[in-house]
């Protein structure tokens, strides 16, 4: 028996976007700075563009894992600041002489691997997790706020980055990647990511 | 066992007008601790702005190898946020009551020049029995 007319009985469930996935971008760096890879799935809003956003996105990361050396509880002896000032990285052009503190001062270039470094933040609408590897490539995925613990993919990813990109005997390092095998094996695998 | 390290108020323009270590973990001297503050409302100013959808209102949970770091920022931009260990349950709860705790003992306090440093007894008498770890988990029912 009909009691409604039409269409409007099972309205459509709400299609997925189009990658159908949870991850919204991926970015990889060299430790230079360099935008060795950006990959979009899912982005509607672009505040900035391309290079700006790689920049920003980059400058982030550095002041975030400064940051986080910095407030590392665990108290690690890091080889002593040969900086003998401290640069106040928010009041510019104002130089701070400071004694050399255990973990070494805020602002200070830090090698890959060196002070505690955080894996991934979380806002309300994206979570970002983030990988340093010994060699300064930073790999960054930005995914949907209620992805879990994501350091695991993030290391089977540089796995694919090795095998398809860093044992390519074409490619030079410190340049794009544009490796057609590397963005399939890649694209495969996030999406598979729950 | 402290689970919480430290807790640190921002005001709207970004600097510091609260900070409470508990412990020798953690603890940092003044000039140190104004630079984590003025830095941290940065980060979390620049996190907005790289959001791939719209209606980004900024960090909420930094997770790194030694430390999580919560934060919950008020509707007119105060921000509280707290340095705890790696999996500490119940910080968000605790931070929505500090915030309780700021408006009572601190906003409505008539010689509170607001954006100024805090300096209200009443206030770090009920922060400092908030943070004992046992009311912590009173918090999270």
Known sequence: MQFFGGSEINPSPQVPTASGNNAHMMYVFNRNGVCLLYKEWNR?????????????MFGLLFSLKSLTAKMDPVKLVISSSIFPFDVDLINFGSIYPVCSADKGNLGVPQLPGQGCSFHSFRTNTYKLSFMETPSGIKIILVTHPKTGDLRESLKYIYGLYVEYVAKNPIYNPGSPVKSELFNTALDQYVRSIS | MAAIYSLYIINK???????KDCGTKGRMDTNDSLRVASLWHSMHAISQQLSPVNGCSGIELLQADTFDLHCFQSLPGTKFFVVCEPGTPHMESLLRYIYELYTDYVLKNPFYEIEMPIRCELFDINLSQAVLSDRVALLGR
């Not at chain 2, 323009?13 to 900070?19: K, P, T």
């Open chain 1, 44 to 56: 509607p809003l672009h505040t900035l563009n391309p290079q700006q956003d790689h920049k920003l």
């Open chain 2, 13 to 19: 323009s970004g600097g510091l007008i609260f900070y």
